[in-house]
Structures are given as C-alpha cells and as structure tokens.
C-alpha cells in the first residue's frame, strides 16, 4: 500500500464533508459523509440514508463502498469519514468494508473543529471474519 500525500488526504476530507452535505438523517439528525479513493485516483462519496425503521438504515461508508462496487472497484486506497465528533466506522460497516481491503487508511474527520484520526482499517479491525472463516476453506 502507498502511502496517500498530503494533498490526496485534503482532497478526500473536503469531499467527505461535501458528501455529508447529502445526508438523509431527519430521525436521528447525525449526518455523515465517506469519500473513498480507488486505486487509479477516482474519488467515490457516499452519505448516510435513514429510515424511520432504524436497522434499514445505511450508513455512509457502506454507502460509498457499494457505490464503487456497483462502479466496478473491488480495492480501494482510503476513506475519509466525515462527521460531528469525528466518529469511526461502526462494527458493520467496518466488517463491510474488510471484505474488500484490510489495508485501507481510514480518516475520521471531526466537522467541528476539523480534528482527524487515521488508522489502517485491520487497526479497527484486527480479527476480520472472512472468507478463511468459512467452513468451506478449512
């Protein structure tokens, strides 16, 4: 994994918190943005959707992530997250995006005062379930 320059990082946050600006959040009013960067230097945002029946709900990483799968990705270099607080990926949305790529920088962008957080996502993840899990590969 290469390492992102100062330049792709700044251009992933401010892509994050414009795809925030998307947001569909009237229950629980928390809004968040994910930008992704694919290896060949393409930029792919998603926001969270909720719905009133809470477990429908999708989060913005997930959001993103099947964006690029739908647009052909299968790896990607890194996600920024954008959101009050600065928040990491929930548990599913990071065994989601493991699926993927292990290896990914992860930034957590805090809205507010504009604080970021990286990790590598097996730091936020060190165990993922995947496809050695499965009885079938054993």
């Given amino acids: 994994m290469t390492e992102l320059k100062p330049h792709e990082i700044e251009k992933l946050v401010h892509s994050a918190i414009a795809a925030r600006d998307q947001a569909y959040a009237p229950h629980s009013h928390f809004y968040v943005g994910a930008a992704m960067l694919m290896e060949d230097g393409e930029t792919i945002c998603g926001c969270n959707v909720e719905n009133a029946s809470y477990s429908m709900c999708l989060c913005a990483e997930r959001v993103a992530a099947s964006t690029a799968v739908a647009s ?24 989601f995006l493991s699926e993927f790529c292990t290896d990914t920088l992860v930034v957590m962008v805090d809205v507010i005062d504009g604080s970021r957080r990286t990790r590598q996502l097996s730091q936020l993840l060190p165990d993922a379930f995947d496809a050695s899990s499965l009885p079938s590969h054993h």
């Fill in 72 to 95: 052909g990705y299968r790896k990607w270099r890194a996600i920024a997250i954008a959101s009050v607080g600065g928040v990491t990926p929930c548990g599913a949305c990071r065994q």
